[in-house]
């Protein structure tokens, strides 16, 4: 279980509105990824501003804080065998019209601006790393034994 790695998640603010952080969660459980720290809050447009800061000379980037500031969040870190690229692959294509059916965007979304949930690249090596550090204390993620591990991992 070597490869097993922490991938940053978060439930934007229209899936909080619209009761969708139950689902998001499910899907990710249900995958056998291991929840390992969660919280629900209104982020600060500096954390925003910090999370988003690669797109700062975009168009679209004051658009962006202003919409992730806009009522709670569920930023969350998940840990499983490549968690990461998995995790991108279960949300889909950036924008909700090029995502595949089965997917989170793909069942849930229809807008680029309105794309439900948030995940770490797993093309950029070091964005879980620096999103974790951005969203949580290391005493908000939690250590304990996954106890279907053995069903779920050779
Ligand atoms: P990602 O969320 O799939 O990682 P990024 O390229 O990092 O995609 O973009 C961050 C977020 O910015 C997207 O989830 C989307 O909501 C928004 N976004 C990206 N490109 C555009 C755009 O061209 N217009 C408006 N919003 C955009």
Redesign the pocket.
């Known amino acids: 279980m070597s490869d097993h790695e922490r991938t940053f998640v978060m439930v934007k603010p229209d899936a909080f509105a619209r009761g969708l952080v139950g689902e998001v969660v499910s899907r990710l459980e249900d995958r056998g990824l291991k929840l390992v720290g969660i919280k629900v809050e209104n982020m600060p447009r500096e954390r925003a501003e910090e999370h988003?800061s690669e797109?700062e000379d975009k168009p679209?980037y004051d658009d962006?804080v202003d919409f992730i500031t806009s009522g709670p969040v569920v930023p969350m870190v998940w840990e499983g065998q490549d968690a990461t690229r998995q995790v991108r692959q279960m949300i889909g294509e950036?924008d909700p019209l090029e995502a595949e059916p089965g997917t989170i965007r793909g069942d849930y979304a229809l807008d680029?601006?309105r794309?439900v949930v948030?995940a770490a690249?797993h093309e950029d090596e070091g964005a879980n790393e620096r999103e974790i550090a951005i969203h949580f204390d290391d005493d908000e993620l939690i250590d304990y034994d996954q106890h279907d591990a053995e069903w779920l991992y050779e």
């Open positions: 988003y797109h679209f962006l950036t680029l601006g794309n948030h690249d």
